[in-house]
């Protein structure tokens, strides 16, 4: 009955964050063009790599999503290094991931969690562009990425809601179109695993003490375990952050779960295998060195600055959810609930488009 009450307690507070961060995230999709995109992130250098990192920060992408936009970019102009920012900042945070974060996570951790996430791209961007001259096979067409499950953005996706076509469409067409793709294509895209995030945070929640995950400790070793596990994982910025709140709460130090926050979603082995592909064993060597060693250094810097001001991160947990109505929680809940289930929504569309039937 507590792993129940748990999972039900998480899931109304998370959800009218969720629901807002999809807001956001339809509201960038339809306003964003890409071609001003690329011209942003084109070049190289510091500056470059940085400008990567943090344009793609608000960018509502999976680590498989972001794949075909960083190598359209590189292809197009962008060197190495802002390409291999652009990769793992996009998913290493969004705006939807940023509004979960601070209903479950709190303002700090919110904080920390966006910080980490574009410091660990623009290092691992800089690590990638040492190592060596950048390899663009011109002959293979940007959209030829393979895709990973669950990835949908415009991979095998209808032509007319391709990044060309949305651009000469409407305001309106873009509005709908962006919706679109965030009430349908990312929740189809994180519904599973969000739900089993906050299974696993339930579970963490209710049947584990504090003094059993506060037993995993901080420092290196406990750090680098969660970057070692976390980086072969196909998982979202946002479904991770019910697991990360289910570690604070159950006792494990904030910089541990920060370690597992940022080094989960900003790769996947889809991420892997393109960027050996198209670097190079050296660049995904680095790539990978780069973002264990940031991914620890952050982690073992937010332990610090915590023990040194005496923070209660663990309080701040879901202390969002307080500043809504309960009828609101509910609300949201129902109707992600109801979008993210594939055959309710298409029932709830039908009745809508045919409503005589």
């Known amino acids: 009955m507590k792993i129940v009450e748990a999972i039900v307690e998480l899931t109304l507070t998370a959800a009218p964050w969720l629901v807002a961060g999809l807001l956001m995230a339809g509201l960038v ?13 084109g070049g190289d250098g ?8 943090v344009i793609g920060a608000p960018l509502p992408l999976c680590s498989c999503g972001a794949i075909p936009t960083a190598i359209a970019l590189h292809r197009g102009g962008a060197g190495r290094g802002p390409t291999t920012a652009f990769l793992i900042g996009t998913p290493g945070i969004g705006v939807d991931s940023l509004a979960i974060s601070y209903a479950l996570l709190g303002p700090f951790m919110m904080l920390a ?47 007319n809601r391709t990044a060309a ?40 929640t209710g049947l584990t003490t504090a003094e059993t995950l506060a037993g995993i400790g901080s420092g290196v070793w406990p750090m680098l375990l969660m970057a070692v596990i976390g980086i072969p994982l196909y998982i979202c910025a946002t479904a991770a952050t019910p697991i990360a709140a289910g570690m604070l709460l159950a006792g494990v130090s904030p910089g541990t779960a920060l370690v597992f926050l940022v080094a989960g979603p900003v790769t996947s082995l889809a991420t892997l295998g393109v960027l050996r592909r198209e670097f190079g064993v ?28 005496g923070l209660n991160v663990a309080a701040q947990s879901g202390t969002a959810g307080e500043l809504l109505p309960v009828w609101i929680q ?14 309710l929504r298409q029932r709830l569309a039908g009745i809508t488009l045919h409503p005589g039937r």
Do not use: K
């Open 113 to 159: 969690r966006a910080t980490s996430a574009v410091a660990t791209a623009i290092s691992t961007g800089i690590t990638v562009a040492l190592t060596g001259a950048d390899r663009r096979p011109a002959t293979q067409a940007a959209t030829s990425t393979p895709c990973n499950a669950g990835c949908n953005e415009d991979c095998g996706a209808d032509p």
């Open 282 to 309: 050296r660049a995904l060597t680095g790539y990978l060195a780069s973002i264990i060693v940031t991914t620890v250094l952050l982690g073992l810097a937010t332990d610090g600055l915590i023990a040194g001001t």
């Open 29 to 41: 999709r339809a306003l964003v063009p890409t071609n001003q995109l690329q011209r942003l992130v």
């Open 165 to 204: 076509n949305r651009e000469r469409a409407s305001l309106g067409a873009r509005l709908s179109d962006g919706m679109h793709y965030a009430f349908v294509d990312i929740l189809d895209d994180i519904a599973p695993w969000l739900a089993v995030g906050l299974l696993l945070a339930g579970v963490l």
């Open 330 to 343: 509910v609300a949201a809940a129902l109707a992600l609930l109801t979008l993210g289930i594939r055959p």
């Open 46 to 53: 510091f500056a470059g790599i940085s400008r990567a990192a």
